[in-house]
């Protein structure tokens, strides 16, 4: 972060100082909402949530060297030498400080998002920019208005550009994160179900994503999944057309960065042919599955138009690392392959793994799923159509855990897959899965993030690498 002032931090907040501390030249060098993480110059925000209450650290953080707390109660006793602005409310403080610090910066600001592969889009972009540009990323998948400002606030004058993922499951949310944001380059990677038990339906969903637009700076670049069914609609906008230049990717031909020539078969990567305005060249990816035709695509638009060269864009895509628990692979003595997909699930996703596991090179292939959540109403249905997948897929076994997943389970054991268990947890499922792990074997774990389905991943390893010790 680059120095504000006191006053700065008054004025952005609409904050009004307490105590007796006046000096509105005192320089400020960082924001923290972690009291355990502040130092000197920084000033504390004091977040208040379902189940802690930040003020109840602004003590601790001032003790540890911040400068300052910005709070929405006024604190019985104020430590001296100490400022204390008061607001109506620290998170949108937060929010509001981020929206002027970015204005100080006149850089290119990418804003990703999308139903599925936020995360992977993001990092694939920043993988490929960063191979000629200094680039800010979002850390892990602070997408949100906490993690948001976080990274907006991290900008300093060695950046060039910045990439920064914008998540939501409410109405409004991306209209909120873009006001902090300012994107002049907006990414929309599909309308899927994720969320849909919040929003009601795939229509809402595309409107809540398509608020990106309410933020983005005229004349913005905007890229677009051609294979999406919601997505080319815009096409059709004819205000968001004259406003903004648009770009497609994907498989279509109608899309301007195309994937030709795909190979997703491979054991460790997946290749194909890019097809550009700019000419053509050969990608590698080291990742699986073939939706990473996508962050590939998207990378090589962005990569283009800031005037980067095919060769340059192939290196970027090379040197991409996935992100921990994002279809992460194992390699285990005997040919056992884990795939810990476990971060997140929603019914595109689950899909699209199940498909990589089908082309992986082993005797026998068993997907381990658990429970999709927020998906309201068409719970079932959803899970129902996960199953109908994994029974087309060519799998040899199936595990569920949970009771939503127990839908996948009846559904891919009515569709012919032959071997099928369901469990209501994942301690329950661990004698199974002990007894499936054996060499030339391909596991698949899947599931939504609060069913910590990582853990059963990781004892599937251990299990895994006993058998060669």
Same mark, same amino acid.
């Given at each position: 972060?680059?120095?504000i002032t006191?006053?700065?931090l008054?004025?952005?907040?609409?904050?009004t100082?307490?105590?007796?501390?006046?000096?509105?030249?005192?320089?400020?060098?960082?924001?923290?909402?972690?009291?355990?993480k502040?130092?000197?110059?920084?000033?504390?925000?004091?977040?208040?949530?379902?189940?802690?209450?930040?003020?109840?650290?602004?003590?601790?953080?001032?003790?540890?060297?911040?400068?300052?707390?910005?709070? @929405?109660?006024?604190? $019985?006793?104020?430590?001296? =030498?100490? &400022?204390? %602005?008061?607001? *109506? +409310?620290?998170?949108?403080?937060?929010?509001?400080?981020?929206?002027?610090?970015?204005?100080?910066?006149?850089?290119?600001v990418?804003?990703?998002?999308?139903?599925?592969?936020?995360?992977?889009?993001?990092?694939?972009?920043?993988?490929?920019?960063?191979?000629?540009?200094n680039?800010?990323?979002?850390?892990?998948?602070?997408?949100?208005?906490?993690?948001?400002?976080r990274?907006?606030?991290?900008?300093?004058?060695?950046?060039?550009?910045?990439?920064?993922?914008?998540?939501?499951?409410?109405?409004?949310?991306i209209?909120?994160?873009?006001?902090?944001?300012?994107?002049?380059?907006?990414?929309?990677?599909?309308?899927?179900?994720?969320?849909?038990?919040?929003?009601?339906s795939?229509?809402?969903?595309?409107?809540?994503? @398509?608020?990106?637009? $309410?933020?983005?700076?005229? =004349?913005? &670049?905007? %890229?677009?999944? *051609? +294979?999406?069914?919601?997505?080319?609609?815009?096409?059709?906008?004819?205000e968001k057309?004259?406003?903004?230049?648009?770009?497609?990717?994907?498989?279509?031909?109608?899309?301007?960065?195309?994937?030709?020539?795909?190979?997703?078969?491979?054991?460790?990567?997946?290749?194909?042919?890019?097809?550009?305005?700019?000419?053509?060249?050969?990608?590698?990816?080291?990742?699986?599955?073939?939706?990473?035709?996508?962050?590939?695509?998207?990378?090589?638009?962005?990569?283009?138009?800031?005037?980067?060269?095919?060769?340059?864009?192939?290196?970027?895509?090379?040197?991409?690392?996935?992100t921990?628990?994002?279809?992460?692979?194992?390699?285990?003595?005997?040919?056992?392959?884990?795939?810990?997909?476990?971060?997140?699930?929603?019914?595109?996703?689950?899909?699209?793994?199940?498909?990589?596991?089908s082309?992986?090179?082993?005797?026998?292939?068993?997907?381990?799923?658990?429970?999709?959540?927020?998906?309201?109403?068409?719970?079932?249905e959803?899970?129902?159509?996960?199953?109908?997948?994994?029974?087309?897929?060519?799998?040899?076994?199936?595990?569920?855990?949970?009771?939503?997943?127990?839908?996948?389970?009846?559904?891919a054991?009515?569709?012919?897959?032959?071997?099928?268990?369901?469990?209501?947890?994942a301690?329950?499922?661990?004698?199974?899965?002990?007894?499936?792990?054996?060499?030339?074997?391909?596991?698949?774990?899947?599931?939504?993030?609060?069913?910590?389905?990582?853990?059963?991943?990781?004892?599937?390893?251990?299990?895994?690498?006993?058998?060669?010790?």
């Open positions: 972060m680059e120095e006191l006053r700065e008054v004025d952005a907040t609409n904050g100082l307490l105590g007796e501390y006046r000096n509105l030249d005192t320089r400020i060098t960082g924001a923290k909402s972690d009291n355990r502040c130092g000197a110059g920084d000033v504390f925000f004091a977040f208040v949530g379902e189940n802690t209450d930040g003020h109840r650290y602004v003590a601790g953080a001032l003790e540890a060297g911040a400068a300052g707390a910005v709070v @929405s109660k006024e604190p $019985e006793t104020f430590l001296p =030498g100490k &400022f204390y %602005v008061k607001v *109506a +409310d620290t998170l949108q403080a937060a929010g509001d400080l981020a929206a002027v610090y970015r204005r100080k910066f006149g850089i290119p990418i804003g990703v998002t999308g139903s599925v592969g936020k995360t992977t889009m993001k990092d694939m972009i920043a993988a490929v920019l960063s191979v000629k540009f680039v800010l990323k979002t850390e892990a998948n602070f997408n949100n208005n906490i993690g948001l400002p990274t907006v606030l991290r900008l300093d004058k060695d950046t060039e550009i910045a990439v920064l993922e914008m998540g939501m499951n409410h109405k409004g949310e209209s909120s994160l873009v006001r902090i944001a300012q994107p002049t380059c907006a990414v929309i990677t599909n309308v899927g179900d994720a969320h849909i038990g919040n929003l009601g795939r229509e809402n969903i595309f409107k809540a994503k @398509s608020e990106i637009f $309410e933020g983005l700076q005229e =004349g913005g &670049f905007a %890229v677009m999944n *051609a +294979d999406d069914d919601y997505l080319p609609q815009l096409q059709n906008d004819k057309q004259e406003k903004f230049t648009f770009t497609w990717i994907g498989e279509s031909a109608d899309a301007e960065y195309r994937a030709v020539n795909i190979d997703d078969t491979l054991e460790e990567c997946m290749k194909f042919r890019a097809v550009t305005p700019n000419g053509d060249f050969d990608v590698t990816v080291p990742a699986l599955g073939r939706h990473m035709i996508y962050p590939c695509l998207a990378a090589a638009a962005l990569g283009q138009h800031f005037g980067m060269s095919n060769d340059e864009i192939a290196q970027g895509i090379a040197g991409y690392v996935p921990a628990m994002r279809m992460e692979t194992y390699r285990c003595p005997g040919n056992i392959i884990i795939y810990n997909d476990t971060y997140n699930a929603n019914p595109q996703s689950m899909k699209a793994g199940l498909v990589t596991l082309h992986t090179k082993a005797g026998r292939r068993v997907a381990v799923l658990g429970d999709m959540l927020e998906l309201g109403e068409m719970e079932e959803l899970h129902r159509g996960v199953g109908r997948a994994a029974a087309e897929a060519g799998i040899d076994t199936l595990l569920t855990v949970g009771e939503r997943a127990k839908f996948i389970a009846d559904e054991a009515k569709r012919g897959l032959a071997d099928v268990r369901s469990f209501s947890s301690e329950e499922a661990k004698e199974t899965l002990r007894q499936l792990i054996a060499p030339d074997t391909a596991l698949y774990f899947k599931a939504s993030h609060l069913m910590a389905l990582e853990k059963l991943a990781a004892f599937a390893k251990e299990e895994a690498e006993k058998l060669s010790s």
